[in-house]
């Protein structure tokens, strides 16, 4: 079953990067799920707490990600205030990152043991890695 799911992504991911932004993160997002769902064996009970607390902890990371990608912009031209300010932000950035972290995993408790939250991290980090190696590979067959 594995290797059916790695052949979807692959060839799904073979038609991701020839998608507009939105089109694609919805794609790698459809493909995240199911990849998790089979990682975890979540029952339809399991999967019905579980996906609206790992969206809006995914939501909110990729707003925090974004914040802290804008600060980051036009360093060169930056006077050291507006460094000392925007380090200021980032270190907010980091604290809002940590209690929501820290929340969802309180969240997840809920619904899993310790063992099983860990098991999730270990298929995310997975399915990151898998994603990556995609794309490095699409990068150098381009050259």
Not at 10 to 19: C, G, H, R, T
Not at 57 to 73: F, G, I, P, S, V
Not at 81 to 92: G, I, M, P, R
Request: proline share 1%.
């Amino acid at each position: 079953m594995k290797n059916v799911f790695t052949f979807l992504v692959l060839l799904l991911s073979l038609n991701l990067f020839a998608q507009d932004r939105s089109e694609h993160r919805e794609k790698i997002r459809a493909l995240k799920t199911a990849y998790i769902t089979e990682g975890l064996k979540l029952t339809p009970k399991e999967a019905q707490q579980f996906w609206p607390i790992y969206n809006e902890y995914d939501d909110k990371r990729r707003n925090l990600y974004r914040r802290e990608r804008a600060k980051l912009e036009n360093i060169e031209c930056m006077t050291e205030d507006k460094a000392n300010s925007q380090l200021e932000e980032y270190v907010e950035i980091e604290r809002e990152d940590y209690l929501l972290k820290k929340r969802y995993f309180q969240d997840l408790r809920k619904i899993f043991t310790a063992r099983r939250i860990m098991q999730l991290k270990k298929v995310e980090d997975e399915f990151n890695e898998k994603m990556m190696r995609e794309y490095k590979a699409r990068q150098a067959s381009n050259k």
